[in-house]
């Protein structure tokens, strides 16, 4: 057997993530910036009291689209879930769902590139293995600026977005649809994730020769409900141990 494609997941996975703590302090000027509508005239509420209105409504959604895979479209998201039953017209919310996607995803959730990612990525290449990656997020954008900011991009030869397909992970089609467009073989290819509840049980739907998994902040809120009898192929705590896993794969 040998590994000849490797998929990554995007958050925690080859970026390290938390959710900020200085969203109340910034919610209200986000808002006006990117709706272009005085705060006070979109809720009585104050910065804090909103914000936990907002994860309130997002939660909302989360558990949706957790039990039934589906990503529904952004602009549908903030008009039905987040911002429901508040003064914004649907036409400003469907005008501006990318910037309030990309809000949610850049400013409510803190992002950077893990530190060991350039040099794995780089042994990853020299060992003639293709990439990509499948990603489950709202925004149309983010994992494009994100990869752009940290020099990554070109590493990999095609990105599933959950928000392009309108399905998540953990279900199978992701999965075969990248390896199916890319020419690989599922056999030949291991997934690497910070969830076992998306990454592991998706590559286990899709018949992926494995999954290796690096937990992050997100793993036990994504987690708190998957099967325990499902377990990862590789657990790791540093990216630079994939190119280690690959090698042994590699030698039977």
């Known amino acids: 057997m040998q590994i000849k494609t490797i998929l990554f997941d995007m958050g925690g996975t080859l970026e390290d993530i938390h959710y ?5 302090q910034i919610i209200g000027k986000r808002m006006e ?3 272009e509508i005085p705060f006070e005239k979109i809720t009585e509420k104050n910065g804090t009291d909103f914000y936990s209105h907002l994860q309130g409504r ?3 959604y989360r558990d949706f689209r957790e039990k039934t895979c589906i990503e529904v479209h952004p602009a549908m998201v903030w008009k039905d879930w987040i911002l429901k039953g508040l003064p914004v017209p649907d036409s400003i919310i469907f005008d501006n769902h990318e910037k309030l996607a990309y809000f949610w995803e850049t400013e409510v959730i803190q992002r950077r590139c893990r530190t060991e ?17 499948i990603s489950n997020t709202g925004s149309f954008t983010q994992v ?8 990554i991009r070109d ?5 599933a977005l959950s928000a392009d397909y309108g399905i ?6 992701l999965f075969r649809d990248i390896i199916n467009q890319m020419g690989c073989e599922a056999e030949n290819t291991l997934y690497v994730g910070d969830t076992v509840s998306r990454d592991v049980v998706g590559a286990r739907n899709a018949g992926l020769y494995g999954s290796i998994q690096i937990c992050s902040e997100f793993t036990k809120l994504s987690d708190q409900e998957h099967s325990p009898g499902i377990k990862p192929d590789y657990i790791i705590h540093d ?4 190119p280690e896993i690959v090698d042994r794969i590699n030698q039977i």
Do not use: Q
């Not at 900020?20 to 109340?24: A, F, I, M």
């Not at 998540?168 to 089609?173: A, N, Q």
């Open 155 to 159: 590493f990999f030869e095609k990105i």
């Open 117 to 133: 990612a350039v040099e794995m990525l780089n042994e990853i290449r020299k060992r003639g293995i293709r990439m990509g990656i």
């Open 20 to 24: 900020s703590d200085n969203v109340p």
């Open 168 to 173: 998540r992970k953990p279900h199978g089609f």
């Open 144 to 151: 494009y600026k994100s990869l752009d900011k940290y020099g």
């Open 33 to 35: 910036e990117i709706l």
């Open 58 to 60: 997002y939660k909302e």
């Open 239 to 242: 990216l630079m141990s994939i």
